[in-house]
Every structure is written in structure tokens, then in C-alpha cells.
């Protein structure tokens, strides 16, 4: 009897590993945070360098398709220069956003965050493993009792 610890310092071994169990858990979750923040801001910064790229492209490419319509419109349909480069600007409008909106659909499902999934597992276990011991200890304790 005199070997076993006292129930104080039971409950201060119970604090001591507890305390150091969630100092563990934080630690983790901030790591699994910090790597999946990494590797998102890495993403969207080529997505915003990517953006922007095709954004000056499309504009040239924009120019270039529009005029080259509008000429296409003088010499097929016989049609005032003014407006058939309007009319080629107009198309050329619609394509461009027709294609903006399929690359932004596209990106939309690319870009996503999951969450500190290993941290909340392992939290989840040891919510698991306390109710097990407390339900161990009370079934020893009443069988002793008993």
C-alpha cells in the first residue's frame, strides 16, 4: 500500500499528460497547417501569375481575332468597315468569355483547403481512449467496491 502513488498526485500525473497530450495536438495541427497554407499560397500565387498572363494574351489575341473578323465581314458580306469591326469586336467578346468562364469552372474545383484532418483524427482517438479509461476505471472502482 505504501508503494502506491496518492490520489493527488494521480490527479497531477492526469493533468501533467494531459496538458502535454493537447500541447502535442496544438503542435500538430499547427504544422499540418502551416504545410497546407504553403502549399495554397504557392498555388495561387502561379494561378495569379497564370491569370495574368492569359489575361495580356487574351487581349492581343482579342485585338487580333477582332480585326481579322471585321476584315472577314468587309470582304465576304460587303459591310460598312465601322461595323463589321464592331461586330467583330462583339464576337470575339463572346468567345473570349465563353472560354474565360470554362478556364474559371475548371480552376474552381483545383483550389480548395481540407483542414488539419491528422490532428482532428488523432484528437478524436484520444477523446476514444479517455472515455475507454474512464469507463475502465469505474468498472474497476465499483468492482473493488463490490
Known sequence: MADQPSIAQLVKDIQTDVSGIVHDELALAKAE???QGKRVGKGAGLLGVGGYL?????????????????????????????FSICLGFTCAGVFFLIIGGLFALAGKGKVHFEGPTKALDSQAKFK?????????????????AG
Open 128 to 144: 476514444s481512449a479517455v472515455k475507454d479509461g474512464v469507463a475502465a476505471g469505474k468498472a474497476r472502482s465499483t468492482g473493488k
Open 54 to 82: 492569359a489575361f495580356v494574351a487574351s487581349l492581343l489575341l482579342f485585338v487580333a481575332i477582332s480585326l481579322w473578323s471585321g476584315y472577314g465581314f468587309v470582304q465576304c458580306f460587303g459591310m460598312d468597315p465601322l
Open 33 to 35: 497547417m502551416a504545410e
